[in-house]
């Protein structure tokens, strides 16, 4: 089936994935990257190593017109911010790879507020391209369990495994899966988390501390220590009754910093100054 893909890395293993099925591209968008969150240097390097022609702006319907005359069969979208409408005259099927069990999650990035809530379940959803963001018919979808230590990393390594699946399943099967796609019905829309919630409370227990931190993992959470600001990546703790302020630097060896909560410690073994005015601000 020949196809174009619209992404980045984030899921960029939905394209080789399509690729190593026998589905011959025609074209890549994509869209300019900060190279500290996002990226699409190896999506980038796949398409113009087959030769394919890139587009780093918007899809509009002078370019799904384009798609038509290519032959395309299948618009593939993975990673991609901006919202692809008027498909439906052009190309038979647009489908888009959302990391969250639709209709639960819909957003642009639900993978932080899943850990933040503590959620024992989580998935990756193929649906149809709508008018809306995230509401299209569900083409295929696959859930997974979420364990009490999961952190934004190894959740999404289990979205991009998860995805690949599902590629794969659909490189196989659109043409039945698209016809026996299933309503969405309500659902729930997450908006990008805030600064608030990407910042440590010192005042909650230990165990709320660490999911923060867990949520973010390499990208980092958001902590003061005392009157220092710093970005925290990775941490352990034990609940422990101290009469120490919460957030209050009790102890430090080489690069290990312990600090109190409400009802215990955090060593922080990962963290980096904080620099104001940097891209990490998010």
């Known amino acids: 089936m020949r196809f174009a893909f619209a992404g980045i890395d984030f899921l960029g293993d939905v394209f080789e994935t399509f690729l190593a099925r026998g589905w011959e591209p025609v074209k890549l968008f994509s869209r300019p990257c900060d190279s500290i969150y996002d990226f699409n240097d190896v999506t980038l390097s796949r398409a113009r190593s087959l030769r394919l022609p890139v587009q780093m702006s918007r899809i509009l319907p002078a370019d799904l017109a384009g798609l038509k005359a290519m032959g395309c069969e299948a618009l593939v979208v993975a990673g991609y911010p901006w919202l692809i409408t008027g498909w439906e005259r052009h190309i038979p099927h647009a489908v888009n790879f959302h990391p969250s069990p639709l209709p639960l999650g819909r957003g642009p990035y639900p993978l932080f507020q899943a850990i933040l809530d503590g959620l024992p379940e989580w998935g990756v959803t193929a649906h149809a391209l709508e008018p809306a963001f995230d509401t299209g018919a569900i083409v295929a979808q696959k859930r997974f369990a979420l364990s009490g230590a999961e952190t934004h990393d190894t959740l999404l390594s289990k979205c991009q ?122």
Not at 214 to 236: D, L, M, N, T, W
Not at 275 to 282: K, L, M
């Open 161 to 282: 495994m998860a995805a690949k699946e599902l590629a794969a399943q659909l490189a196989e099967e659109l043409p039945r899966l698209w016809a026996e796609a299933r309503p969405q019905g309500p659902g729930t829309y997450w908006p990008r988390v805030t600064q608030a919630q990407r910042t440590v409370d010192w005042n909650g227990s230990v165990q709320d501390v660490l999911r923060t931190i867990r949520a973010f993992g390499s990208i980092e959470a958001f902590a003061q220590i005392e009157s220092r600001y710093v970005y925290v990546r990775e941490a352990s703790g034990w609940e422990e009754p101290h009469r120490y302020r919460p957030g209050t630097l009790v102890h430090r060896h080489r690069r290990h910093i312990v600090v109190a909560a409400r009802d215990g410690f955090v060593q922080i073994d990962g963290w980096s100054p904080y620099a104001p005015g940097s891209a990490r601000q998010g």
